[in-house]
């Protein structure tokens, strides 16, 4: 790698790293702590490399290409344990469900629309639903969890409403693991589209203008969410037609998730 290519490459990884380690120093992380979590991921992007794959010794190739000893590559290999993100499971399970109350013929009326379920009474209620889309989780657990996001209300017959097709976590320790899911996913885009040819790049596109009033701020926030929301349930229209969870006549072979982000950024002009 040539100096200029490192050079930017520094700069890069330190606009990147710089609101992560707000987020960080806010709640406490302290840098030692990071360090250790950086090596681990180290250690695991590096054990993902063909080169390392097919190796039956690979500790000192790891240690080569991250500049961790053996030991410590050893170490972080026996001892330390990342908790799995559990976010990306809870928000698909969720979605599973909103999308069969919208798509199956049982939990829909005659416009095939969500309709009112009860609770758990009859073979189109509220337990059916979540027991048909959700897999194994407790039904009451996951009714308190789509009432706590806004996705369902509790009518006053006792039946339960459809709202909304998202889901929206509300506490601080889901929002954080959204940093877990949605950046990588951007990240990984962007790397992508750096090593491979523009004819085969994924869709990444931007619009930003560094002269704008405050006093106009209002307006266009309300022009971009309701343009993005409508763009959103657009996709996802479009997109849950072809998902097996979804749609169960779907046939195919392999599995990808996919899909399409959409965030609205503002900050001081010159501020990175």
Known sequence: MSNQSQQILMKVTMSVLKPLVRILIRRGVAIGMFVEWLKWVYVEVAKEEKEIKNLKQPNTRIAVLTGLTR???????????????????????SLRVLAGWQNDKLFCDDKNKAKDLNYDEGESSFTVLVNKYSGDMKVAAFYQELLRTGSIEKLKNGKVRFLNSGYTPIDEVEKLKIIGEDVPQLIKTIEYNIENNYQNSLYQKKVSYDNIPEEVIPEI?????????????KVND???QYDRDANDTVKGSGRKKLGLGVFYFEENAGEN
């Open 221 to 233: 926030k309300r022009f971009i969410n309701k343009n993005s929301h409508e763009l959103i349930l």
């Open 238 to 240: 479009f997109l849950k």
């Open 71 to 93: 030991k410590e590559v050893k170490r972080i290999q026996e001892n330390s344990e990342i908790e799995n993100i559990s976010l990306a499971e809870k928000k698909n399970r």
